[in-house]
Nanobody, 126 residues
Framework: VQLQASGGGLVQAGGSLRLSCTTSGITFTNYDMGWFRQSPGKEREFVSHIMSSGSGSGTYYGDSVKGRFTISRDNTKRTIYLQMNSLKPEDTAIYHC??????????????????WGQGTQVTVSS
């Protein structure tokens, strides 16, 4: 199983970035997908989650990103996206793509995910 995240970079506060995560080795439509982030000295933080296609692709967001970030999935490309708008310096972190076979609970808990990507760095300057 591979989760390949991309799209990170350096952006000024107020700007936007779109992260992508392309998968292989899983039956993509059966998997919940999501994003966590971590920055030095801080705990790993839940960012966003999208349910498997068979469960309606419902979405969830952490409180700190709600209204600014949007998660989506493209089953034909086996890829998820995280559109990040109105970025703030506190969004600076390594963003990790995660995957798990669908389950109806625990989407905000990192140890509920079976697979993790290597991460992509997002840096927001003030």
């Amino acid at each position: 199983v591979q989760l390949q995240a991309s799209g990170g970079g350096l952006v000024q506060a107020g700007g936007s970035l779109r992260l992508s995560c392309t998968t292989s080795g899983i039956t993509f439509t059966n998997y919940d997908m999501g994003w966590f982030r971590q920055s030095p000295g801080k705990e790993r933080e839940f960012v966003s989650h999208i349910m498997s296609s068979g469960s309606g692709s419902g979405t969830y967001y952490g409180d700190s990103v709600k209204g600014r970030f949007t998660i989506s999935r493209d089953n034909t490309k086996r890829t998820i996206y995280l559109q990040m708008n109105s970025l703030k310096p506190e969004d600076t972190a390594i963003y990790h793509c995660v995957a798990r076979r669908h389950m109806a609970f625990g989407y905000f808990t990192s140890d509920r995910y079976s697979y993790w990507g290597q991460g992509t760095q997002v840096t927001v300057s003030s």
